[in-house]
């Protein structure tokens, strides 16, 4: 693990061939120069991150990394509402800290969907339902 993108080239020397970032979404743009790098040092470099975050906006860096990469491949999940393809990652709950894009968690805040599925403004509206509730 690492705290910034920087501190990867710290792990790299002369016999590295292959370089794997998970998470990459959680990175500054940093990552993009690092990736550049280690790349143009004939380093084979697999990224992965999801591309955009519960409110369907692209995610940190990942579109950036995306244009420069030789070839992207993208995978997708099941929707857990009706079985379809999922390309949508939905928050379900707001965490401890509320509803700000950096929460992390499981499967006790967030789902995959579909397009057809997923709704941005799921948060908002249970808020709206449960202050109307009291």
Same mark, same amino acid.
């Given at each position: 693990?690492?705290?910034?993108?920087?501190?990867?080239?710290? *792990?790299?020397?002369?016999?590295?061939?292959?370089?794997?970032?998970?998470?990459?979404? *959680? *990175?500054?743009?940093?990552?993009?120069?690092?990736?550049?790098?280690?790349?143009?040092?004939?380093?084979?470099?697999?990224?992965?991150?999801?591309?955009?975050?519960?409110?369907?906006?692209? *995610?940190?860096?990942?579109?950036?990394?995306?244009?420069?990469?030789?070839?992207?491949?993208?995978?997708?999940?099941?929707?857990?509402?009706?079985?379809?393809?999922?390309?949508?990652?939905?928050?379900?709950?707001?965490?401890?800290?509320?509803?700000?894009?950096?929460?992390?968690?499981?499967?006790?805040?967030?789902?995959?969907?579909?397009?057809?599925?997923?709704?941005?403004?799921?948060?908002?509206?249970?808020?709206?339902?449960?202050?109307?509730?009291?």
């Amino acid at each position: 693990m690492v705290d910034k993108a920087e501190d990867i080239l710290s *792990f790299i020397d002369d016999k590295t061939r292959v370089v794997g970032i998970d998470e990459a979404q *959680f *990175f500054n743009n940093s990552i993009v120069t690092v990736a550049q790098k280690l790349a143009d040092r004939g380093i084979h470099v697999i990224v992965a991150g999801l591309d955009m975050d519960y409110l369907s906006q692209p *995610f940190g860096p990942m579109p950036e990394l995306m244009a420069i990469a030789e070839s992207v491949t993208k995978l997708s999940a099941v929707c857990v509402i009706c079985g379809g393809t999922a390309s949508r990652t939905q928050k379900t709950h707001a965490g401890k800290k509320g509803s700000e894009l950096l929460a992390v968690g499981g499967r006790e805040m967030y789902e995959a969907r579909c397009r057809a599925c997923h709704d941005p403004e799921l948060l908002e509206t249970r808020a709206v339902q449960t202050s109307m509730d009291c």
